[in-house]
């Protein structure tokens, strides 16, 4: 429940939008209404519809008495849309909060609702525009990048970028014969060529100027340095219309022309950490080129700034991946770039490569990477390069490389989430625990008020031992020796949550009233008031009245 409490608090500072929309709904909800939500929801890849709080930042939880049935509520649902709904209910101090959990549509099918087909249009709904209705159909067609470039031949592509394929495909497969077999036989084996004629993928891939701004002048990629966020003309741009092998390579070296280190020294340690992570950075442009909507106008923007790089990608995510999965599912707009890149070595199949980005930011203390730009046109991906905790180098240095190896992306994430003091997610506890066990972390406390810290030792050898006082906070007695402090100094006024969570800013609202509940059964203080009116004063209640003041605490 705690998980659950902690998980709603997060999506209440979180921005409306088309994956999560708040209802008051204090008394009751239209289920039609709830219905189409539903279907406007899952159109627009699933989302939380949440009732029992308000819609405007800052939202408060109000409590909502709709559907106390939630699984005839559910049967409903399916019945009229035939998409599985989870519901759960949260029981808030501040009143019931009810999540509705949306699932994505199915791949080339949009969600109707007796003939039409919803979508969010602000805080309302409204039909979908055709144009969306035309997307989502044409995603269950064939891969854009399989299909026959008519009117295109091998005199199109540029035979370097296809030797340049050759090479990295012999050197991943330990193949030498491909070394000499013609380019038409290599783009067949490849299925860039087939009996049809050229895919759209060697193009892509492997074209010339021309060709592409005969056939697809929409592939181009264009990268920019600018110094500073000021309009205007960029320092330097480059317009890359020709196959990607072509101009792979060079797109690096510009980039890595301005690419500064970052120097820090601390006593007899020394190192230098470049802003761009070369792996990193190839990374991205490979997943925006494998990835983009060929279908759709505009090309990929590599936009470098001093300390960030941001690669802007036409078509929007992949159907079925979110910002909450993207480490995690696979789903490739176009499957036989990503072959052909599998083949040669640039990327891997299994889809590791967001895992070694953020591998990467992770490794060298850098923010981790920023789709908050993206949208449903858009991929927008920021890497900043600021090195954020020269400890935190120090802290890896410590761990060891060869033990590094051995740790998974979600490893590194906790890691990464301890040391910055951040809560670690659900799909992260398995790796906590693991964590824990090998002594990289601490576990501070039990139950409900658990907290997790990196070890002493790696405090200690980055010289930072009050740092770690620091995060591990105060014994238990000595936290509540500083509540019963500060109801003293106030007791003629009477004390409120608000302030003890200043008294204690390491404890959540839950964690302190735990330390109250134990205050209160010492005798030690009583309070007058429920919820957010509750005021704290020093000395015990009438003997008679200790159950119901417990209770109040409870429900505080």
């Known amino acids: 429940m705690n998980q659950q409490i902690h998980q709603l608090e997060l999506w209440l500072k979180a921005k409306e939008n088309e994956h999560i929309e708040f209802k008051e709904a204090k008394q009751d909800y239209d289920f039609e209404k709830l219905v189409k939500y539903c279907v406007a929801l899952a159109n627009e890849g699933g989302g939380k519809f949440i009732l029992g709080v308000t819609d405007k930042l800052p939202r408060q939880i109000v409590g909502t008495n709709a559907f106390t049935n939630l699984e005839r509520t559910k049967a409903g649902i399916i019945e009229r849309i035939h998409l599985r709904i989870d519901a759960e209910e949260i029981l808030h101090s501040n009143g019931r909060v009810l999540i509705f959990h949306i699932p994505p549509r199915p791949i080339g099918m949009p969600i109707h609702y007796e003939g039409r087909y919803f979508m969010r249009a602000a805080d309302q709904l409204a039909p979908m525009l055709p144009d969306m209705l035309k997307r989502i159909f044409d995603e269950a067609g064939p891969d854009f990048t399989a299909e026959i470039c008519k009117g295109a031949s091998l005199g199109d592509l540029d035979k370097s970028a296809i030797d340049d394929f050759r090479l990295r495909w012999a050197r991943k497969s330990k193949n030498d014969s491909l070394l000499t077999l013609s380019d038409e036989q290599l783009l067949s084996d490849a299925e860039l060529l087939t009996r049809e004629g050229l895919t759209n993928a060697a193009l892509i891939l492997f074209g010339t100027r021309d060709a592409l701004g005969r056939f697809l002048a929409q592939s181009e990629a264009i990268f920019e340095y600018r110094s500073t966020d000021a309009t205007g003309p960029a320092q330097q741009r480059e317009e890359f219309r020709q196959g990607f092998f072509s101009y792979y390579e060079k797109l690096w070296k510009l980039i890595n022309l301005r690419n500064d280190k970052q120097h820090f020294q601390d006593g007899l340690f020394v190192w230098d950490i470049l802003t761009f992570n070369e792996g990193a950075v190839r990374e991205a442009v490979l997943n925006a080129v494998s990835h983009r909507d060929y ?262």
């Open 295 to 556: 279908r759709l106008a505009g090309s990929v923007f590599i936009r470098q700034y001093p300390r960030r790089l941001e690669i802007v990608s036409p078509g929007g995510f992949p159907l079925g991946i979110t910002l909450e999965n993207i480490l995690w599912e696979q789903a490739p707009r176009n499957r036989r770039i990503a072959e052909t890149f599998s083949r040669c070595g640039l990327v891997e199949r299994s889809g590791q490569g967001m895992n070694r980005i953020f591998e990467s930011c992770i490794l060298e203390s850098k923010p981790k990477p920023d789709f908050s730009r993206s949208d449903k046109f858009h991929v927008w991906l920021t890497l900043h390069g600021d090195v954020r905790n020269p400890e935190f180098l120090r802290f890896l240095e410590k761990v060891g490389m060869e033990r590094l190896e051995s740790f998974t992306t979600q490893d590194l994430l906790v890691i990464d989430h301890v040391f910055r003091n951040e809560p670690v997610p659900p799909e992260g506890k398995e790796n906590l625990l693991k964590l824990v066990e090998h002594g990289i972390i601490e576990q501070i406390s039990r139950g409900r008020g658990t907290r997790y810290v990196l070890a002493r030792q790696f405090y200690d050898f980055i010289g930072k031992k009050g740092m770690y006082t620091r995060r591990k906070g105060l014994d238990r007695e000595t936290n509540k020796s500083l509540l019963i402090k500060h109801i003293q100094a106030n007791d003629s006024t009477g004390s409120k949550m608000e302030e003890f969570l200043q008294v204690l800013p390491s404890h959540s609202r839950s964690q302190i009233q735990v330390l109250l509940r134990e205050l209160v059964k010492e005798g030690k203080i009583h309070s007058h008031g429920v919820t957010q009116a509750a005021r704290w004063y020093l000395g015990p209640k009438v003997i008679d009245c200790n159950h119901k003041q417990l209770n109040k605490i409870k429900n505080d």
